[in-house]
């Protein structure tokens, strides 16, 4: 089980902190709801330790906690196969856009002999690479790899 972080009395102040807080305390929960093998929570449990703290300044917490939030995904991610909702549609669209979408625009852009048309492979791209990552983000949640947050 992984502890949840201590309230801090600066969280409250920032907007932003405050943010990031409940995303790291969504993150714990969806975890927990997980069965983690003892030596990746014992991981994640120690890269938690350092924000219970009360030494880091509020400017740097936000920080570290987005890192650290990071950190812990990418975890799961490599040992467990964890990944939080829409995790490959955000990714794959993005490639769709650069492996697919911009060759396909210089295809239609030299085809055409018109640069102008250059872009007009991005939204192909796009919509190849949603719908590759729809179908992987389904497939994870048939699993039960995906995590109960976005």
Same mark, same amino acid.
């Given at each position: 089980?992984?502890?949840?972080?201590?309230?801090?009395?600066?969280? &409250?102040? @920032?907007? +932003?902190?405050?943010?990031?807080? !409940? !995303?790291?305390?969504?993150?714990? !929960?969806?975890?927990? @709801?997980? *069965?983690?093998? %003892? =030596?990746?929570?014992?991981?994640?449990?120690? $890269?938690? %330790?350092?924000?219970? @703290?009360? =030494?880091?300044?509020? *400017? $740097?917490?936000?920080?570290?906690?987005? %890192?650290?939030? @990071?950190?812990?995904?990418? #975890?799961? %991610? +490599?040992?467990? +196969?964890? &990944?939080?909702? +829409?995790?490959?549609?955000?990714?794959?669209?993005? #490639?769709?856009?650069?492996? #697919? /979408?911009?060759?396909?625009?210089? &295809?239609?852009?030299?085809?055409?002999?018109?640069?102008?048309? #250059? /872009?007009?492979?991005?939204?192909?791209?796009?919509?190849?690479?949603?719908? &590759?990552?729809?179908?992987?983000? *389904?497939?994870?949640?048939?699993?039960?790899?995906?995590? !109960?947050? *976005?």
């Amino acid at each position: 089980m992984i502890p949840k972080l201590q309230p801090r009395a600066h969280v &409250v102040q @920032s907007e +932003k902190l405050t943010r990031e807080f !409940d !995303d790291m305390q969504r993150l714990i !929960d969806a975890l927990n @709801s997980k *069965e983690i093998p %003892e =030596g990746i929570a014992t991981a994640i449990t120690q $890269q938690l %330790e350092p924000l219970n @703290s009360q =030494g880091i300044p509020a *400017e $740097q917490y936000t920080a570290r906690l987005k %890192e650290t939030r @990071s950190s812990i995904l990418k #975890l799961v %991610e +490599k040992q467990l +196969k964890l &990944v939080p909702q +829409k995790h490959h549609q955000k990714l794959w669209m993005a #490639l769709g856009m650069t492996a #697919l /979408g911009l060759p396909f625009g210089v &295809v239609f852009a030299l085809m055409l002999k018109n640069f102008a048309f #250059l /872009g007009l492979g991005m939204p192909i791209g796009m919509g190849i690479g949603i719908g &590759v990552g729809t179908k992987l983000d *389904e497939q994870a949640k048939a699993e039960g790899r995906q995590l !109960d947050l *976005e």
